[in-house]
Nanobody, 119 residues
Framework: QVQLVESGGGLVQSGGSLRLSCAASGRTLIHYVIGWFRQAPGKERELLSAVTWGEGITYYADSVKGRFTISRDTAKSTVYLQMNSLKPEDTAVYYC????????????WGQGTQVTVSS
């Protein structure tokens, strides 16, 4: 079983930056995709970005393209989400999750980390 633990959330002013971390433990991730999601109160969960562990192929939602950058450190088994130019509407609980490549559903989730952007 792969366990995911997010960290790095907090309170930041509009225009500021945060870097979230998703530390993975357990089995090898070579065949997996790690995604970053967020969910704001009253809104559906949204996939923001994802990366394939083996090749480092990335995906970004239009809402964060150009502002957020996903990366991975295979030696540390950690995926990062660098968030720049944050806006109040980025306020949400941020989660990382994993799925096997080729599958549609993410099957393991972290506990989430709160990001609050003040105006």
């Amino acid at each position: 079983q792969v366990q995911l633990v997010e960290s790095g959330g907090g309170l930041v002013q509009s225009g500021g930056s945060l870097r979230l971390s998703c530390a993975a433990s357990g089995r090898t991730l070579i065949h997996y995709v790690i995604g970053w999601f967020r969910q704001a109160p009253g809104k559906e969960r949204e996939l923001l970005s994802a990366v394939t562990w083996g090749e480092g192929i990335t995906y970004y939602a239009d809402s964060v393209k150009g502002r957020f950058t996903i990366s991975r450190d295979t030696a540390k088994s950690t995926v990062y989400l660098q968030m720049n130019s944050l806006k109040p509407e980025d306020t949400a609980v941020y989660y990382c999750a994993k799925k096997r490549r080729g599958e549609s559903e993410y099957d393991s989730w972290g506990q989430g980390t709160q990001v609050t952007v003040s105006s």
